[in-house]
Each structure stands twice: as C-alpha cells, then as structure tokens.
T-cell receptor
Framework: GENVEQHPSTLSVQEGDSAVIKCTYSDSASNYFPWYKQELGKRPQLIIDIRSNVGEKKDQRIAVTLNKTAKHFSLHITETQPEDSAVYFCAVYKGSQGNLIFGKGTKLSVKP | DAGVIQSPRHEVTEMGQEVTLRCKPISGHNSLFWYRQTMMRGLELLIYFNNNVPIDDSGMPEDRFSAKMPNASFSTLKIQPSEPRDSAVYFC????????????FGPGTRLTVL
C-alpha cells in the first residue's frame, strides 16, 4: 500500500522567515496531493492541493511543488506570520483507492 | 450549508460502556470517512463509505469497532465495549468522489474513556 513520510515533525521559525515541509510517497500511481492545516483544537482544513499533471501551484504566501520522478512534494510558506502556527498534514490520493493517506504531521511554530 | 455535523462534541464514559458517535455529511457528498486522531498515531483512517457502502475497513482497530451508514445523510461509529486506549478525537469527513478530492472534516468528537 501507499506509504507517506513527512518531515520535519516540528519546525520553528521567526516571523517573516520561510518554512518548508516535505513529504515523500511510495506509489507512483498516486495522482492528487493536498495539504491540510489544523489549528489547535480545530478540524483539519484544506489549504492547497496539486494534481499529478502540475509541477507547482501558488496561492498568495503558500505554494506546493511536486516532483513525480522523485516522488516527493513540498509545502512552502513565505513571510510567515504567527497565525501560520499550526500542524500541517500532507496527504496522497490514489484514484483507485478512493481515500487519502495522511502524513504524520508537522507542528509549525512561528515566533513573533 | 452547515458543513459536516458530528455529535456529541465531547464524550466521557467508563471502560466497558458502549459509545456511539454520529455524523451527518454535507448534502450531496457521496463519500464518508471516519478518522481517529491521537498524539502517538496521528490521523488514522478507520473506514470509508462510497454511496453508503463500506469500501475499506482495514483501519478499524478490532472487532469492538463497527460503523454503519444506513442512508446518504447519516453514519455511526460504535465502540463496544470501550477501553481507555480508545480515547482520541474522532473525525468524520465527506467528499464528492469523482468531482473533487477535497475532504471536508467535521468538528470532531473528543472521546475520553476512564
């Protein structure tokens, strides 16, 4: 089955710096790669996603890059702000399975 | 739309008792997912349904756990008998398979088994 590894497990940055979280996956048939943000005590919410026919996608301060050959994708947050502090989860979807496989999560702390 | 609705939001029970968690997916969504979240194990998929039919229950930890989806607007996750190690936050999520892969999560049920 699919295996998703996420690194780092914790990340601390100064406000204004950039943050990068990386995920690797094992099944080359996977075709959809979302990122979810979970604030303390709240539900996971989708913040950005990318499909396998695209290499990069941006939405304001966040971007996701996908390297299908190497089977990894990354979340990039620029100009971090304290409200970016949360746990971020990557996930992988394979159409034939119909469900998402989540990484273990990265706790991001942005220090003012 | 009210989003995915879960009840109860908090449940405290004693070991050995039966626990039933409830979920109402977003209207029109045809897939429903039950997840369990703990610090140690992260976000685990327990079971998911497509068009009310269970597709994959390989994540259900043991026979004490069961899930049903009698119709498109309601699902239950039951634990009988409950144990302290079942303490976790249980999320329900729904999506429209084939149209969009995004899963919309409910607010979760925080279960504490004493």
């Amino acid at each position: 089955g699919e295996n998703v590894e996420q690194h780092p497990s914790t990340l601390s940055v100064q406000e204004g710096d950039s943050a990068v979280i990386k995920c690797t996956y094992s099944d080359s048939a996977s075709n959809y790669f979302p990122w979810y943000k979970q604030e303390l005590g709240k539900r996971p919410q989708l913040i950005i996603d990318i499909r396998s026919n695209v290499g990069e996608k941006k939405d304001q301060r966040i971007a996701v890059t996908l390297n299908k050959t190497a089977k990894h994708f990354s979340l990039h947050i620029t100009e971090t702000q304290p409200e970016d502090s949360a746990v971020y989860f990557c996930a992988v979807y394979k159409g034939s399975q119909g469900n998402l496989i989540f990484g273990k999560g990265t706790k991001l702390s942005v220090k003012p | 739309d009210a989003g995915v609705i879960q009840s109860p939001r908090h449940e405290v029970t004693e070991m050995g008792q039966e626990v039933t968690l409830r979920c109402k997916p977003i209207s029109g969504h045809n897939s429903l997912f039950w997840y369990r979240q703990t610090m140690m194990r992260g976000l685990e998929l327990l079971i998911y349904f497509n068009n009310n039919v269970p597709i994959d229950d390989s994540g259900m930890p043991e026979d004490r756990f069961s899930a049903k989806m009698p119709n498109a607007s309601f699902s239950t996750l039951k634990i009988q008998p409950s144990e302290p190690r079942d303490s976790a936050v249980y999320f329900c999520a729904s999506s429209t398979q084939g149209a969009s892969f995004e899963q919309f999560f409910g607010p979760g049920t925080r279960l504490t088994v004493l």
